[in-house]
């Protein structure tokens, strides 16, 4: 998605020279930019039509059509920055909206004829070699052929980081061996193994959660007779789930966190406050908020919270308001309360401002939660100092949130909410 003004004439009087919808770079400039490099070497695929050059362990596994889905792995222009260009778990929060559209926009998706999803074992070419290749714990070269000449595109949306050109493809061949860790392997090769195990071993190797995602994606993990290809889409929410299940069980057995903690960072126009409240289980309540003229929000006269909670026990149900952003946020935070090895009840606060014009993934969510609990912590007396002191920072009055959030319902501030 790209932000549209809702007066369409505004994109015709400012030509990207007045930035009249209030954001300091174009949308519509930044895409075209972004896509140059790929728009000079497509009449090259388009002639010729056969790539050859490296491909990150990656692959994209599409929804349309479920159960019969397409798929097919990634492949990028260069070897420059290649390890890090579908690893979000590694890009760095200093990295500019810029700097990560201009790194996607030089990948290419291959995707294959339909297959179905519980078709893993049958095999076709295309769905073996990307099964080998997403294994591999580091790049491989790909030597590709497709008779349809690709278009030129950029896809953004809300769930993945930006997708670049995608090439209908006819036929593939790993030209290198890959490398397959000696860990993936043996969990991949355990037939007996459910998901849900097998991707909590895989995290407690180590392995990011995006490596997993993949992993899963490709129909690699879970008992013989239930394995199937999982949409990359959902792949990345399922791995997000399960690895905080498991973090929230282990935590259920730490002591009470002792102290009112706030954490804080700020990426992308994008604030986030987490507050870790004394004296309770494990609570977790996550509010996104879109401020006036930011992207979901264009028109309102009110910003626009969505709000998520679980207790003790976990979810139930869905997180159908804020999405694939809870589970994202949510393993940040127990993340980091198993390093402390402590519980704790918390409450998220995300403000989304207009210059989160394009959405980026809910990795932005995920390491944008990280950085925030890796930065120091200011301490409070009492849940009403540490409560002031979060209102006294964000942009939404605090009373917008007590109307939402569960936690906070369940201390009455009539003084303070009157502010």
Same mark, same amino acid.
């Given at each position: ?7 369409? /004439?505004? $994109?015709?009087? $400012? ?5 009249? $919808?209030? *954001?300091?770079? $174009?949308?519509?400039?930044? =895409?075209?930019?972004?896509? *140059?490099?790929? #728009?000079?070497?497509?009449? !090259? ?13 990656? *692959? ?31 890009? =760095?929060?200093?990295?500019?909206? /810029?700097? %990560? ?11 294959? /004829?339909?297959?179905? %999803? ?29 008779? !349809? ?7 953004? &949306? ?25 860990? @993936?392997?043996?969990? @991949? ?55 905080? &299940? ?21 990426? +992308?126009?994008?604030?986030?406050? %987490?507050?870790?409240?004394?004296? #309770? ?11 006036? =003229? ?26 159908? &308001? ?11 935070? *127990? ?16 403000? @989304? ?19 925030? +609990?890796?930065?120091?912590?200011? !301490? ?40």
């Amino acid at each position: 998605m790209v932000q549209i003004p809702a007066n369409q /004439e505004l $994109c015709l009087r $400012c030509k990207a020279g007045k930035f009249l $919808c209030g *954001l300091h770079y $174009c949308p519509i400039i930044l =895409k075209t930019k972004a896509l *140059l490099p790929v #728009r000079r070497m497509l009449p !090259k695929l388009k002639s010729r039509k056969e790539y050859y050059g490296p491909s990150p362990p990656s *692959l994209f596994v599409g929804r349309f059509g479920y159960p019969n889905v397409r798929l097919g792995p990634m492949a990028a222009l260069n070897w420059e920055g290649i390890h890090l260009i579908d690893e979000p778990d590694l890009w =760095k929060t200093n990295m500019t909206l /810029e700097d %990560v559209v201009n790194l996607r926009a030089q990948m290419f998706r291959f995707m294959a /004829e339909p297959v179905k %999803v519980t078709d893993v074992t049958s095999s076709t070419k295309i769905l073996e070699i990307t099964q080998e290749q997403i294994q591999s714990s580091s790049p491989v070269d790909l030597e590709v052929k497709f008779s !349809k000449k690709p278009r030129l595109n950029l896809n953004f &949306n809300q769930f993945t980081q930006p997708m670049g050109t995608r090439i209908r493809i006819d036929s593939i061949q790993l030209t290198t061996t890959p490398k397959i860790d000696h860990q @993936v392997d043996r969990v @991949v090769s355990d037939s007996d193994l459910n998901a849900v195990s097998a991707v909590t071993k895989l995290y407690t190797t180590e392995a990011t959660v995006t490596q997993i995602s993949r992993i899963l994606s490709a129909g690699l993990l879970g008992l013989t007779r239930s394995r199937k290809l999982v949409p990359t889409r959902w792949s990345i929410t399922a791995v997000d789930d399960m690895t905080g &299940n498991y973090l929230r069980r282990k935590i259920q057995d730490y002591p009470e966190i002792m102290d009112y903690l706030v954490f804080h960072n700020s990426y +992308l126009d994008n604030d986030f406050w %987490v507050l870790f409240i004394p004296g #309770r289980e494990w609570h977790f309540d996550y509010h996104e908020a879109w401020k006036q =003229k930011s992207a979901w929000n264009l028109t309102g006269s009110a910003p626009y919270i969505a709000t998520d909670t679980e207790g003790p026990k976990g979810r139930t149900s869905y997180a159908t &308001n804020t999405v694939g952003g809870y589970y994202a946020a949510r393993l940040a935070v *127990l993340e980091k309360l198993f390093q402390l090895r402590r519980k704790a009840a918390v409450i998220a606060f995300r403000e @989304v401002g207009k210059g989160y014009a394009i959405p980026l993934g809910v990795w932005a969510v995920r390491e944008n939660m990280r950085q925030a +609990l890796r930065n120091p912590s200011k !301490k409070f007396p009492s849940l009403d100092a540490a409560l002031t002191f979060i209102h006294s920072q964000l942009t939404i009055p605090m009373k917008y949130y007590h109307q939402k959030s569960p936690l906070l319902k369940q201390k009455t501030l009539d003084v303070f909410f009157k502010k």
